[in-house]
């Protein structure tokens, strides 16, 4: 019973070490786009794991906040290209 009951501690994750803020933010910023209820739950849930590896284009600019300073000069010149016609 002993061996058991320690094998389930090292079992038992601790959400904090395993999502940080902004990655409960993003998740619940997709839950709210694509609603996974329904006839078509796992389709949205299927874009909803996609959306939490990748940022579109055409996201509103709150996402910057998931990106490095980096990333965020080029959402924001991909954003301006795609507004302005150039973007392939």
């Known amino acids: ?4 009951e320690t094998r389930m501690k090292k ?9 940080c803020k902004l990655s409960e933010l993003r998740l619940c910023m997709l839950i709210m786009e694509h609603k996974p209820v329904g006839e078509e739950r796992s389709v ?4 909803m794991f996609q959306g939490l590896n990748k940022i579109r284009d055409d996201e ?3 996402v910057k906040l998931f990106l490095s300073e980096e990333k965020k000069i080029d959402f924001d010149e991909q954003r301006a290209k795609l507004v302005s016609g150039r973007a392939p």
Do not use: R
Request: cysteine-free.
């Open 1 to 4: 019973m002993m061996e058991n």
């Open 44 to 47: 949205k849930m299927i874009s």
């Open 60 to 62: 509103h600019p709150s």
């Open 11 to 19: 079992i038992a994750f601790d959400p904090s070490t395993i999502w």
